[in-house]
């Protein structure tokens, strides 16, 4: 019998888990899933319970499988809510869509599919005659030919300053999605954000919704905000102009030309950056090393904040809180951060250096990508073990493009892979939903027919 285990619950995951258990017909088969939450389906992103969270990407391109897009809008609407194709919806409500698609693939499942859920971590992995041993926390075995390191995000890298004493202070929060982080911020307080991302957005628009009125503000290098969507308008593919290419000078010299064609045929531009969408990875794949550095230290910003869109309704939130001097918006790079009663911080804009202080501190820069720097037993586990390798960028793990990790020696895993996240560096665009249904229905396929 084959046996395939997931190792994490998460949305990645269960998309994983989903595909398998639709296309598993032929051959008896176990597959094996731990989570050591004990909801299946959320990850961080979809745990949320504030309906002032909500997608940023329509309801009509969700769906679970990348040959059923609609499939989201469907279940919205069998389940009596109102949304319409192009509605940002309550992340929440995605979060239960996912645990249902992977409860009706269980429930629909080949009689010799064998599918187990384990509420346990894995601590170590061992690879054994061509199979893998994994260690539960609870001193368990579980014993597969394939296993899928589904891992989601990561908690942030604390901000770059030299004193990290800071860190200890009950009010500074290193994760947007800390259970205590809403509860611990009195109303009154100043709050400094530390990320101007989609999750800068998610806390502005909580402690909004929860009637915070002390000051907030929020603070990254260039104090750039995710751009707005704006529906409705397409732009032709121009991707085989980009596939030769191999400098980023010269990609960026055609994107700005299509985006003066778009801009004279009073197209948007959103709609030009949305039509490289399908062949970013490919593009992406083909840079040297030094071309992909270059674009992370010059271009990445900017691509993020035109890529990775808010709501319009999320949007003119921030914009009335804005307009009342109730959420400022900072440029500039953090230098030092000092605690006593309250958090003394320092930074510098425009070779000016400048300070400000708040009584609680939200750490919104975004999950660890640097694997040598994220503690979990499972990782170090890993690396000891020789199984994994962070990519020449360290933004995850090396591996090739179906999702086969690369051990130290270079050489393809046949038995450990990976989607989602932990592929950034080799795929980058990896990590919303419509790129990993896609792998997930490609791994699915992979692990079947080996």
Not at 27 to 45: D, Q
Not at 198 to 220: E, F, P, R, W, Y
Not at 264 to 274: C, F, M, S
Not at 291 to 310: D, G, I, P, T
């Amino acid at each position: 019998m084959k046996r395939i285990t997931i190792i994490g619950g998460g949305a990645s995951g269960t998309l994983l888990a989903a595909n398998l258990l639709k296309n598993a017909t032929d051959s008896p088969i176990e597959i094996n899933m731990v989570e050591k939450r004990s909801v299946l389906g959320r990850g961080v992103a979809y745990s949320t319970a504030d309906d002032v969270h909500l997608l940023n990407v329509p309801a009509s391109r969700m769906g679970a499988y990348a040959d059923e897009t609609g499939n989201f809008l469907v279940w919205l609407n069998q389940r009596g809510y109102s949304y319409g194709p192009d509605s940002f919806v309550p992340r929440r409500l995605f979060g239960e869509y996912l645990l249902d698609m992977l409860d009706h693939a269980s429930a629909t499942k080949s009689n010799t599919v064998t599918f187990n859920v384990f509420e346990d971590d894995v601590v170590d992995i061992e690879v054994l005659d061509k199979k893998a041993r994994m260690t539960l926390h609870s001193g368990e075995f579980i014993y597969s030919e394939k296993v899928v390191l589904a891992f989601g995000n990561f908690l942030p890298p604390h901000p770059s300053v030299k004193d990290r004493s800071f860190t200890s202070h009950p009010k500074y929060f290193r994760s947007p999605w800390q259970s205590n982080v809403f509860t611990s911020i009195g109303p009154n307080d100043r709050v400094l954000i530390i990320g101007t991302g989609l999750s800068m957005v998610d806390v502005a628009l909580k402690l909004n919704a929860a009637g915070h009125t002390g000051k907030v503000q929020a603070i990254s290098t260039r104090g750039l905000l995710p751009a707005t969507h704006k529906l409705g308008q397409t732009y032709p593919s121009f991707a085989n102009e980009l596939y030769p290419l191999t400098r980023i000078t010269d990609i960026l010299k055609v994107v700005r030309r299509h985006l003066r064609k778009a801009e004279a045929e009073d197209i948007g531009w959103r709609a030009v950056i949305d039509s490289m969408r399908p062949c970013t990875s490919a593009v992406w794949q083909n840079l040297p090393v030094n071309e992909k550095r270059y674009f992370m230290q010059h271009l990445s910003r900017y691509w993020n904040v035109a890529r990775h869109r808010m709501p319009a309704e999320a949007a003119a939130v921030l914009d009335r809180l804005r307009d009342a001097e109730k959420l400022e918006v900072l440029a500039g790079r953090l230098t030092s951060i000092n605690t006593d009663s309250e958090f003394l911080v320092r930074y510098r804009s425009n070779g000016n250096e400048r300070e400000l202080a708040a009584d609680a501190l939200v750490n919104c820069i975004g999950s660890e990508s640097n694997f040598r720097r994220i503690d979990s037993p499972l990782i170090n586990s890993l690396f000891e073990h020789g199984h994994i390798r962070s990519d020449a960028l360290s933004f995850g793990l090396d591996a090739l493009p179906n999702g086969s990790v690369l051990g130290q020696n270079g050489d393809a895993s046949e038995i450990i892979f990976t989607l989602g996240t932990a592929l950034k560096g080799t795929l980058w665009e990896t990590t919303a939903i419509p790129e990993i249904r896609a792998q997930a229905a490609a791994l699915a396929r992979l692990l079947l027919s080996t």
